[in-house]
Each structure stands twice: as structure tokens, then as C-alpha cells.
T-cell receptor, first 114, second 113 residues
Framework: GAGVSQSPRYKVAKRGQDVALRCDPI?????LFWYQQALGQGPEFLTYFQNEAQLDKSGLPSDRFFAERPEGSVSTLKIQRTQQEDSAVYLCASRIGTANTEAFFGQGTRLTVV | AQTVTQSQPEMSVQEAETVTLSCTYD???????LFWYKQPPSRQMILVIRQEAYKQQNATENRFSVNFQKAAKSFSLKISDSQLGDAAMYFCALMDSSYKLIFGSGTRLLVRP
């Protein structure tokens, strides 16, 4: 596609429910990143994929968070047993290469846990 | 650890005037990149301007320019001839060899007509 696509744009989950957030990067982009943006804050790094390999997951806040990119294109961020503190915007970004190339962001998924 | 600090939660500028947004950062690496991103209400991060740390010349993109002071670890954004469409959240970000972006807390820019 023309840009990074994320779905759904909005998600309301009851506390304890599992959710799955999808990211469709720009075709051919090697690098894919997930960020979490709490209200009124800057985005914070969650995890990084290079093709299908998850090279860095140091930002995942707990073992309830899991990300995958099995075929090196679409990625899914899964949150199990959601808690209120998980409420945030989840942003996905992709890059054609690894280092000094521009990162393109999607419009994010706003997750609200009630 | 790498950190990015934006000390101005909100700035206001009159349309057609100039405004400067401040950013300081800290990193132990000598090779890194700095960015300014704009985030409108649609939430999509849009790259405004980037600066490679090894370049001494300040980056410029049309009405947007930076003042990069490497020794002081300062990276401010100047917006000239401000337009109503410039109103948004602006984030300063640092990228080092880890490839991930470290963002500041953002500055909300208001443009008065």
C-alpha cells in the first residue's frame, strides 16, 4: 500500500480481555517498529523487527505483551489480560532499510481499557 | 541511557511570525541522528526535518530549520512564516546505533490567526 496501515483505529476492551492490533507496513520495508504513546506523552519504543526476526523486545512492558511478524510483512501486537494502564495509542512504523532511512508511521490504534 | 528533553509543553505563535521549539538530548554515542516530527490530531507522525550528527551544517527544509549545537547537545526547531496548518504536537527524537527512536514529551504549537 501507499503508507503504513494500522487496524483497528479504535479499540475498547474490557479489563482482562485479550486484544490484537495489526500493522501493515509499506511493501518491501525491512524494519518494523511498535511504539506505545500514553496520553500527553511522546511515543515509547516497544519492539523492533528486521524482516521476520524480532531483534529487540526490550521495551515490552510485561509478558502480557507479545509481537510477531511471521512472514516479514504484516505484524501483530497482542496484549493478553488487558489492564487499565495499557490504555494508549499504539503506533507502528516501518523503514525500507535499517539505519539512516526515514521511518514512516501509521495512524495508530487507540486502545481504551475499561 | 539516551534521553530527549522538551521543556516547553506549549508554545503559541502569531500567523506569519517565527517560533523556535527547544530540545536537548543526551547520548554517549558519537554517531546518531536527530529528528523533528509533527503529530496532528490524526495521530500520524510526520517527519519535518532530520539532522545527521556528523554534519556541521544545520538542516533546512523550506520554512523549517534547525539550530544544532553538538557540544551543548541542543537541537532546536525554527518555524518561519508560521501557518495555521503548522498547529500540532511537535516531537524531538534521537536515533542511535540501536535504530530505535527516543522521543521527547512533545511541545504543543498553537498558531493564532
Amino acid at each position: 500500500g501507499a503508507g503504513v496501515s494500522q487496524s483497528p483505529r479504535y479499540k475498547v476492551a474490557k479489563r482482562g480481555q485479550d486484544v490484537a492490533l495489526r500493522c501493515d507496513p509499506i511493501s518491501g520495508h525491512v524494519s518494523l517498529f511498535w511504539y506505545q504513546q500514553a496520553l500527553g506523552q511522546g511515543p515509547e519504543f516497544l519492539t523492533y523487527f528486521q524482516n521476520e526476526a524480532q531483534l529487540d523486545k526490550s521495551g515490552l512492558p510485561s509478558d502480557r505483551f507479545f509481537a510477531e511478524r511471521p512472514e516479514g510483512s504484516v505484524s501483530t501486537l497482542k496484549i493478553q489480560r488487558t489492564q487499565q494502564e495499557d490504555s494508549a495509542v499504539y503506533l507502528c512504523a516501518s523503514r525500507i532499510g535499517t539505519a539512516n532511512t526515514e521511518a514512516f508511521f501509521g495512524q495508530g490504534t487507540r486502545l481504551t481499557v475499561v | 541511557a539516551q534521553t530527549v528533553t522538551q521543556s516547553q509543553p506549549e508554545m503559541s505563535v502569531q500567523e506569519a511570525e517565527t517560533v523556535t521549539l527547544s530540545c536537548t538530548y543526551d547520548t554517549s554515542e558519537s554517531d546518531y541522528y536527530l529528528f523533528w516530527y509533527k503529530q496532528p490530531p490524526s495521530r500520524q507522525m510526520i517527519l519535518v526535518i532530520r539532522q545527521e550528527a556528523y554534519k556541521q551544517q544545520n538542516a533546512t527544509e523550506n520554512r523549517f530549520s534547525v539550530n544544532f549545537q553538538k557540544a551543548a547537545k541542543s537541537f532546536s526547531l525554527k518555524i518561519s512564516d508560521s501557518q495555521l496548518g503548522d498547529a500540532a504536537m511537535y516531537f524531538c527524537a534521537l536515533m542511535d546505533s540501536s535504530y530505535k527512536l527516543i522521543f521527547g514529551s512533545g511541545t504543543r504549537l498553537l498558531v493564532r490567526p
